[in-house]
C-alpha cells in the first residue's frame, strides 16, 4: 500500500508555517507523490524523524525537476535558486546544517550542465536516481545539445543499468 499523506503533529513557529504552506501551495498546483499535511499542535508528537521529512521533500523536488519537458539555461538557475531558498529556510528554522540529502538534489540539478561524455560518467556513477528521471535529465539536459544519435545512445546506457538493477 502507498503511504498518500505525511501528517506532521509539531509545534510549528510562524516561520515554519509560512514555508509549510508555500510548499502546500507549490506543490497543490502539481501534486507530488505524497500529499503533504501540516497539524499544528502544543504537544511534541513527531511521527516521523525530520531526517525522513527531508529525504521525501528532496526526493520531491527531483521528482518535480525531472517532469520538466524543457529546460533553458534560465530555468536551471532557477532549480537551483528554489531549491537553495528551501534549503536555507529549513536549516534556519531547524538548526540543522547542512541539510540531510541536500546534494541529492544538488547533484541532479549540476548533471544538467555536464558535456556528453561527462554524462554518461555520471548517470553510471549516480545509480540512486530513477532511470525516468536519468532519461528526463538527458532528453531535457545534455540532449538538447546533441545529436539524436548521441542521446540515443545515452538513453540506451540508462536501459541497460536499469536491467541490472
Same mark, same amino acid.
Given at each position: 500500500?502507498?503511504?498518500?499523506?505525511?501528517?506532521?503533529?509539531?509545534?510549528?513557529?510562524?516561520?515554519?508555517?509560512?514555508?509549510?504552506?508555500?510548499?502546500?501551495?507549490?506543490?497543490?498546483?502539481?501534486?507530488?507523490?505524497?500529499?503533504?499535511?501540516?497539524?499544528?499542535? $502544543?504537544?511534541? $508528537?513527531?511521527?516521523?524523524?525530520?531526517?525522513?521529512?527531508?529525504?521525501?521533500?528532496? $526526493?520531491?523536488?527531483?521528482?518535480?525537476?525531472?517532469?520538466?519537458?524543457?529546460?533553458?539555461?534560465?530555468?536551471?538557475?532557477?532549480?537551483?535558486?528554489?531549491?537553495?531558498?528551501?534549503?536555507?529556510?529549513?536549516?534556519?528554522?531547524?538548526?540543522?546544517?547542512?541539510?540531510?540529502?541536500?546534494?541529492?538534489?544538488?547533484?541532479?540539478?549540476?548533471?544538467?550542465?555536464?558535456?556528453?561524455?561527462?554524462?554518461?560518467?555520471?548517470?553510471?556513477?549516480?545509480?540512486?536516481?530513477?532511470?525516468?528521471?536519468?532519461?528526463?535529465?538527458?532528453?531535457?539536459?545534455?540532449?538538447?545539445?546533441?545529436?539524436?544519435? $548521441?542521446?540515443?545512445?545515452?538513453?540506451?546506457?540508462?536501459?541497460?543499468?536499469?536491467?541490472?538493477?
Amino acid at each position: 500500500m502507498a503511504i498518500t499523506t505525511l501528517v506532521l503533529t509539531v509545534p510549528i513557529s510562524g516561520e515554519l508555517q509560512r514555508v509549510a504552506t508555500g510548499l502546500v501551495f507549490v506543490f497543490a498546483r502539481q501534486p507530488p507523490p505524497l500529499t503533504l499535511l501540516y497539524l499544528c499542535s $502544543s504537544s511534541l $508528537s513527531y511521527q516521523w524523524p525530520l531526517c525522513n521529512v527531508c529525504y521525501i521533500i528532496i $526526493s520531491m523536488f527531483v521528482c518535480r525537476f525531472s517532469l520538466a519537458k524543457k529546460c533553458t539555461n534560465e530555468g536551471r538557475a532557477l532549480m537551483q535558486l528554489d531549491f537553495q531558498q528551501y534549503r536555507t529556510k529549513v536549516e534556519k528554522i531547524s538548526g540543522i546544517r547542512p541539510l540531510p540529502y541536500h546534494q541529492y538534489v544538488e547533484d541532479y540539478i549540476k548533471a544538467y550542465y555536464l558535456s556528453e561524455t561527462d554524462t554518461e560518467e555520471w548517470i553510471r556513477k549516480h545509480t540512486e536516481y530513477s532511470s525516468k528521471q536519468l532519461q528526463s535529465l538527458v532528453v531535457t539536459g545534455v540532449g538538447s545539445r546533441i545529436t539524436k544519435r $548521441s542521446r540515443q545512445r545515452l538513453l540506451t546506457v540508462i536501459e541497460e543499468l536499469e536491467k541490472r538493477k
